[in-house]
């Protein structure tokens, strides 16, 4: 009598990075192709949050979490091909997190993806120039007439606040009152 073996493979770990405001992301994943038809496909973020499940041949969005609600898709014929990647639409800094995938089937596998999903850098180069121009009208330094932050919005916008901290006038003491 044939004793049944149970085969778990575990895959490395990848990581993944996209800026915020991106149009999707995917987390890779590709194994080996014409995986059984009873085979259930579940990616998971931060412990057992479900973020999309395959079973019975379709997608089972009633049990994802709601906060992936119509934002994750799988490929057509990933049994067939072997491709569990998952695409996440719009993706915002809150979902950078530890994602796992967990293949249920024959052969069992898990794949954990790390997805880091940066804030725009329009932010971070907006906040350091407006440091910038309080720090040059509190010393009261003459500023140049234009900071270069990447972004042409971000350098309107700066152009607009030196015109305004450029005339001494405008600036206001510590006590609030203006000079």
Known sequence: MKTPHLLFVVLSDCQVEEGEGAESVQLPFKTTANLPGDTKVQWKVSGDKMVHVYENGSD?????????????EMKEDL???????????????RDSGEYRCEVDGEVKRNKTVHLKVKVKG????????????????VNRIKMPSLIYCGSSSVVFLMEQLLLMFEDETRVPTASGQRD
Do not use: N, V
Not at 122 to 137: A, M, P, T, Y
């Open 79 to 93: 049994l067939k091909t072997g491709d569990l990647s998952l695409t996440l639409k719009q993706p915002t800094e």
């Open 60 to 72: 089972q969005p009633h049990k994802q979490h709601q906060d992936y609600k119509d934002r994750t």
């Open 122 to 137: 329009i932010c971070l180069s907006l906040c350091s120039s407006l440091i910038f121009i309080l720090i040059c009208s």
